[in-house]
């Protein structure tokens, strides 16, 4: 799914009372829009778009005090929208929301731009906390943004990256050279604005 469309993308280049420009290949532009969300993932550690995901989680990675915190990689998690399913050492549990005292766990954060947090409650058979193991939790739900969703943010960087990779052209295959090892992608030409928004959108 783009981040962006190529109207959005030229409707952004032609500014303020000019609803577009003329000129522009959209095949073309699409693949520069292609290019601007690989980048724009790479750059921020991120996938945006909405997607269903199995996540193995190790019980011995738990936090807090007594072991019972997870942190799911994703998000933000579509709770209690889409379901959240979780077994432990092959065993399902018992997922809810807010208070509940007969849940074997509660997800905490849902629907928030910040990791989702899975709270063992004491009905463990293992004790307080998550029972101990390596990718013995398994963690079942959806997350991210659907294409109507995508934050204005997150848009306007996609917006500007793909206008930079459509003006560099044949230019790209230059400047995307290994650089100490790494390739370079685009993303170093883009305003203070959209470096600084790159950088917030970065969680881990």
């Known amino acids: 799914m783009p981040l962006v469309t190529a109207a959005e993308v030229k409707g952004w280049v032609a500014g303020d009372g000019v609803t577009t420009i003329t000129g522009v290949n959209d095949t073309v532009l699409d693949a520069c829009i292609a290019a601007a969300g690989e980048e724009i993932i790479q750059e921020s550690s991120r996938i ?4 269903t995901i199995s996540e ?36 399902a549990l018992v997922v809810a929301q807010g208070y509940s005292p007969t849940a074997d766990m509660l997800v905490k ?24 193991g390596v990718q013995n939790i398994t963690v079942g739900y959806s997350a991210g943004f659907t294409a109507g969703s995508i934050p204005e943010r997150i848009k306007y960087v996609a917006k500007e990256l793909s206008w930079l990779y459509y003006q ?20 170093h030409k883009l305003s203070d604005l959209s470096r600084d928004i790159l950088a917030q959108s970065r969680r881990f």
């Open 48 to 51: 945006w778009e909405k997607a």
């Open 56 to 91: 193995f989680l190790d019980g011995d990675a738990a936090a807090g005090s007594c072991g019972e915190i997870l942190l799911l990689r994703r998000f933000p998690v579509s709770y209690p929208a889409d379901a959240v399913t979780v077994t432990e050492n092959g065993i």
């Open 109 to 132: 954060n849902a629907g928030l731009e910040e990791r989702c947090r899975l709270l063992r409650q004491n009905t463990s058979l293992y004790g307080i906390g998550w029972a101990p």
């Open 168 to 187: 560099e052209g044949r230019k790209v295959g230059v400047d995307n050279v290994a650089q100490a090892g790494s390739s370079r992608g685009l993303a």
